[in-house]
């Protein structure tokens, strides 16, 4: 196991396995070019590791120019990759090589392409370490491939990750924070706040209510609480991108919790593409939205029990009850649909003594 800056990364690729890849490519390159003398155009900064092995394989002559693509006139970028920086040699009726250390989307390998259209050479052909089939987005043909990869992020043999990591002989892939975090859900009444209580210390995770998280931003008067209260003085919605920011500071603020259960967040399903997208940038996702089912008149009895001692008004009034577990099920209908497609989506009965419902869900937990 390695640490670069921020992010954790595990052994994926041997030097072994990647020296036996580069052995299998520069055979098949000796073979194709004998006594045709290429030109191979080293793409930088990743491929000069492979490049050097290809190189030193290659048993005819040859001439190397190290290039990178470039967008620049003058001194300010004119936002279009229109040169190949480093391309000194003529290339015309040239047989070229092409050397990548890793093909994904082939992006790049359209504008190189582009690019040397207007070389006339005789022929162009592809050569890359690491091939991702699973991001590849053009119709190239690779002509070389050291290996294909599933497409995860990786490092080492001259791909970095915020410019480390290429030094390194064997390939890292980043690894997966081991996170439990669940979505907590239930219509008003259901009981999660009693749950999460008992939920956060059996399993160690951080409790995170929406709620709360307003109330806390807006009461210290945080920048985004600050934010947050412009938009509910007006009487408007909080923007969803506020809110992430302050789930988000809720997460950064315990860098080695086991996992998170979020209360109250998403709502919709902008809210839960924004968490995934928050939970991708910190290398984790969500394992399990958890749903308490618990039948309305169940529901609504409980409210007005609580609504003798909690002294709230929407839980003294029948109609204002049956009004908010009629938006519950409206909000939640879409979002349910939204996890069953991940199968992310586990509904457990909410009916029982508190320890019966934690031991339900403790079994999809311990399933997970």
């Given amino acids: 196991m390695i640490q670069l800056h921020d992010l954790r990364f595990e052994p994926f690729i041997s030097e072994g396995k990647i020296n036996t890849a580069i052995d299998a490519m520069s055979d098949k390159i000796n073979q194709d070019y004998n006594g045709k003398n290429p030109v191979f ?11 050097s092995e290809i190189i ?22 004119t936002g279009n990759v229109d040169t190949l920086l480093g391309l000194n040699i003529s290339l015309q009726d040239r047989y070229v090589v092409i050397i990548e250390d890793i093909v994904d989307t082939g992006i790049t390998l359209e504008e190189i392409y582009r690019i040397l259209e207007k070389e006339n050479s005789t022929d162009v052909r592809i050569a890359t370490l690491f091939f991702k089939p699973e991001a590849y987005q053009k119709n190239f043909r690779i002509n070389y491939i050291g290996m294909e990869i599933p497409n995860n992020f990786i490092v080492g043999y001259g791909l970095d990750y915020n410019g480390l990591g290429r030094n390194l002989t064997q390939i890292y892939k980043l690894k997966k924070e081991n996170m439990t975090n669940l979505v907590l859900f239930g219509p008003p009444g259901a009981g999660k706040g009693t749950q999460a209580n008992f939920l956060k210390d059996k399993y160690k995770l951080v ?38 920011e302050m789930l988000g500071a809720e997460v950064d ?54 609504g003798k001692t909690s002294g709230r ?15 519950y099920y409206e909000e939640t209908a879409i979002l349910k649909q939204f996890y069953l497609k991940e199968n992310k989506y586990y509904g457990v009965d909410g009916v029982g003594t508190i320890s019966e419902i934690t031991e339900r869900i403790s079994r999809v937990i311990d399933s997970l």
């Fill in 313 to 327: 008004n929407d839980d003294a009034d029948e109609d204002i009850i049956r009004n908010r577990i009629h938006v």
């Fill in 253 to 306: 603020k315990n860098p080695g919790a086991n996992g998170f259960i979020f209360d109250g967040f998403p709502r919709t399903v902008a809210q839960a593409e924004a968490l995934s997208e928050l939970l991708k940038e910190k290398n984790t996702e969500v394992a399990a939205m958890i749903a308490l089912e618990v039948d309305d008149e169940v529901l609504v009895e409980r409210l007005l029990e609580r």
């Fill in 56 to 77: 030193k394989r290659f048993d005819g002559d040859c001439e190397v120019a190290f290039v990178k693509l470039g967008s620049y006139q003058g001194t300010a970028t």
């Fill in 41 to 51: 155009l080293v793409v930088l900064n990743g491929a000069f590791m492979v490049a």
């Fill in 207 to 244: 409790h995170i209510s929406t709620g709360d998280v307003f109330r806390y931003n807006i009461k210290n008067e945080t920048s985004l609480g600050l934010h947050a209260k412009s938009f509910m003085d007006q009487g408007q919605l909080v923007p969803d991108n506020v809110t992430i």
